[in-house]
């Protein structure tokens, strides 16, 4: 018999070893062993029982199999993944109580190789996830990943415990903590916690929005480029402006529908302004949102009547989210209007804005992709501090509405 080292990677400083008693062969035989001062540095992974007892912050690797993604304190889901954020481990593959599972937070790195949501498939799999221990949506969890491997996966090397720690720089979106307080609230109760939560943020000026825009909304494959709303092209930021073949700022929710302008607040948060070709913008006008009417000559794919505007398909659950947001946040506080969604059309100048049933219609069809979850992502990190809790929990549409 031999005995071999696990390599997955524990808190540096932990001597104990994990060792399998497993049949040599002479290939394992003549194996050169790892460094002994590298193996001090691998501990045994924890069982996800461990790390439920052990919400003492430090830094360990736990072995589990991934169950589903966690949307609250008590609550798992096995499809229908909202988003990357997040996965469950347990002991067992079939586990479906939420008390025996551990909520892992994936930080921006892992989201796209660990995330439900992009990789559905996952479930099932027995994983190594390294993080501090701590809790995470309210309830025993690991913070702050650093690594997820296949569990055994000999490929997967041990990491160096002279590896800098994850760039600092990187958005530390957490919407487990951001959302504290949610958990089991629908209807108004909900709409209340909600807007309270985001309702904190930098209010930003008119003037800052330009360059707000060009952050949120930049081609992720030319730097200098924004991606018009409604045309889906690409323009070069420097060509804003009021002429006809430039691109403004076009308030989804029309400014008109509460008379708030361009005021400070509603008037300038990003959660709802877009970059728009200037024609187009204008076509749009304070027009309602419904189906029907007739194509756009310089936005194809979308559609006006009299009385409603019909966005292209790729973007019709990105302007539902951005309504069904303006309605949580704006309630009548600090000057603003109350903002409200309603079942109807030619709203003028009241501050409704529709057609509801269209825009959860929309909403379902069209769920957050990776270019409206990142411009969530900048708004939070680096703009107004606040997020649009319809992109990270679009089931949260039908939880209000």
């Not at 892992?104 to 996952?122: C, D």
């Not at 029309?254 to 509603?266: Q, R, V, Y």
């Amino acid at each position: 018999m031999l005995i071999t080292v696990r390599r997955s990677v524990a808190a540096l400083g932990v001597a104990a070893l994990a060792v399998t008693p497993t049949l040599a062969s002479p290939l394992t035989a003549m194996a050169a062993p790892w460094p002994s001062s590298m193996s001090a540095a691998y501990a045994a992974s924890l069982s996800v029982t461990d790390a439920l007892a052990r919400q003492d912050g430090s830094s360990q690797t736990v072995r589990g199999y991934v169950v589903g993604q966690p949307t609250g304190t008590n609550s798992v889901v096995t499809s229908k993944y909202p988003n990357d954020y997040a996965i469950a481990l347990a002991d067992r593959a079939g586990e479906t109580d939420p008390s025996k599972m551990l909520f892992i937070q994936l930080s921006s790195g892992l989201r796209s190789t660990w995330g439900l949501a992009s990789n559905p498939n996952l479930r099932g799999t027995q994983v190594d996830a390294t993080g501090s221990l701590s809790a995470y949506f309210s309830h025993p969890g690991l913070k702050s990943a650093s690594s997820i491997a296949t569990a055994g996966d000999p490929t997967d090397p041990p990491t160096d415990p002279t590896d800098p720690p994850t760039d600092p720089t990187d958005p530390p979106s957490d919407p487990g903590d951001y959302y504290a307080g949610t958990e089991g609230l629908t209807g108004p109760a909900l709409k209340t916690k909600l807007n309270t939560i985001i309702s904190k943020q930098t209010v930003l000026s008119y003037g800052d929005v330009w360059d707000a825009l060009g952050k949120t909304d930049q081609d992720p494959n030319n730097s200098n480029n924004v991606i018009q709303l409604y045309t889906g092209k690409s323009t070069p930021k420097s060509n804003n402006g009021g002429g006809a073949d430039n691109w403004n700022r076009e308030h989804v929710w029309a400014k008109s529908h509460g008379d708030f302008g361009t005021s400070n607040g509603p008037g300038t948060d990003v959660h709802h302004l877009r970059p728009t070709d200037v024609t187009v913008n204008s076509d749009r006008g304070n027009l309602d949102f419904d189906e029907g009417g007739t194509e756009n000559d310089e936005a194809p794919g979308n559609f006006s009547d009299s009385d409603s505007w019909e966005p292209r398909d790729a973007v019709k659950g990105d302007v539902a989210r951005m309504i069904f947001y303006m309605a949580v946040r704006y309630e009548g506080s600090g000057g603003a209007p109350d903002l409200e969604v309603n079942d109807k059309v030619n709203n003028g100048s009241a501050p409704y804005m529709g057609r509801l049933s269209v825009l959860k219609a929309w909403s379902q069809q069209d769920p957050p992709d990776a270019f409206e979850k990142n411009r969530n992502e900048v708004i939070f990190t680096s703009i107004q501090k606040n997020r649009n809790p319809f992109i990270d929990h679009p089931e949260w549409v039908a939880a209000i509405f």
